[in-house]
Every structure is written in structure tokens, then in C-alpha cells.
């Protein structure tokens, strides 16, 4: 099966450090008015998209009556935590693009320029975000006291899930927001072309909006941009920190890991040994019910 957008946007650009790549950086339309103009918040629990956006189900942190909540509700045994310390930057990533392995910026002073910015690519596969203002954060001070919350409550948190995505949404994951990088203004891009390593991509201000780089590629890509305006506020979330939480059907236990990790295989092949111990040692206490109800009916 093809990859989707978001699979290659966020696979290709997680290198960079910041956290998990959104390729749609904007809130979603349905959240409350506040939501909207503020964009994601720390303690945001939900999931990503195919084509990469955030839908929050609801807010580890939000009481139950807070306006969130009112379309969904919480899940079940929901308590509100405490959110804790937080720390702000309002410039830890510095404004330009960003870009995956595979692209190289081509610097030539001196010599007339056809873009702002000139790359070339010997990749099959890769992403790139140009941030005309940067961007800020803001992420707790101890996130990992969060782990063991969401290790926790996945079952219910799941159970809830599937009343609103279906049965289907069992095997994905979920996502706890712990931290957040948001901007102003972007453009970004992706692609994969099994068949063609080598390109160029070439980034220029538009000439009406110079908040907004107009991408063009010399091959099959998916890009966008979109410019808040400099009196809103940065509400655009282009990479999300925190706890990527999955619940499989046919593995026992939870696994909660940072957005950026991946299961090794060793951790997968503990989870089915604990599974088949689990099914045999159902077996077994069934097979000792049936023996025992065997005897008393003797």
C-alpha cells in the first residue's frame, strides 16, 4: 500500500529533531472558537490524519464540562491531571527550511539566483518546511510523568476511540501532546518517486505575501503553504512532542512511546511471548474449570 502524504511528510522530516511532523499545521474547523485560534494545547489527546492533521478527542488536563468536551465527552474513569510547569521559546527554531536528508541547498554568491532558495535532490523520497518567521514552543518541564498516565488509561482511551472512529481505529494509535512548535506563516512539501532520484526544488517569496515561499518541483509532489497574517497568533502546530499510544488487538498490554520512536523488535517479540503465555495459561485454567465441573457432576 502507497504511503500517504503524512507517512512520507512526517517520515522524512522526523530527522530534524523538533518532534513529529504535522503536514496539516492547522487546527480543525469543528474545535471550539478558542481551540481554533490557539491551535493545538499541551494535554491534547487524539489522532493524525492521512493527509496529517490533528483531531483531538479531548484534553488530559480539561474537566469534563469544559466546551471541548461537550460534542465527544471524556472517556471512561476520565480525572482531570495536573498540568505541571511548562517552558516557553519564542525562537527555537530560526526562520528557513528545514529538509530531509537526500536535498542540498545550493549555494552560489555572487551569481544571479533563479529562487530564494535552490535545492537539489538524490533522493527518491523526502520533505522540506521553510518557516519565513520561525517558529516558538512551549512543552512541559517533565513530560515523562505523563507516560505512565497514558500506559494507564489506553484501554479506556481506546474503548472511547472506537465509539467515534469504529472498530477499525483498534490497531492505531493514539497521540498525547506534551509539547508543540507552532508558526506564524509555512510552506512545505514531499514526495516519493520510486523512479526518479534526482531533482531540483526551488522556493520563491511570493510576490503579493512575502510570509508565504511558493514551492516548485521538477518532479511529482505534494505541497502547500498558508499565511496567518502578523496580527493573529501562531496557532499553525508543525511538529507535535509527546507520547504516541498503541493498543493492539492481538498483543496484550499498551505501548506508549515518544511521537519520534518506533517498537524495536525485540520489545514485539516480548509482547507475543507474553501473549501466547497469556492464551496458554487461559487454556490451561479453562481446561482445570472443565475438569472441575467434570468431577462434581460424577
Known sequence: MRDSFQDVYAKHLQHADYGYPLRMPEPMSTLPQNYQDDGLQIGDVGTIDS??????????FKRSDNPLHDSRGVPKNFQPVQLGDVKYSDNPISPGPIHSHGIQRILQ?????????????STAAGAILILPQGAVSLELSLPDRLREVARKSALDWFEFA??????E??????????GFYKARSWSLGSFNNPTDATGKILARRDD?????YLLEFTFPADCRHR??????????TVFITGFKITVSSWLPDPVVLRVTESETTWSILVRLLKACLNRLRGFSDAHKQRAAIS???S
Open 51 to 60: 493527509r496529517g492533521q490533528f483531531d483531538v478527542l479531548f484534553n488530559i
Open 109 to 121: 554568491p555572487g551569481k544571479p539566483r533563479p529562487a530564494d532558495y535552490e535545492f537539489d535532490t
Open 162 to 167: 472506537k465509539k467515534h472512529y469504529g472498530v
Open 169 to 178: 481505529h483498534l490497531d492505531r494509535s493514539l497521540y498525547l501532546v506534551t
Open 208 to 212: 503579493t505575501n512575502h510570509n508565504i
Open 227 to 236: 499565511d496567518c497574517g502578523d496580527d493573529s497568533g501562531s496557532n499553525q
Open 295 to 297: 468431577k462434581l457432576r
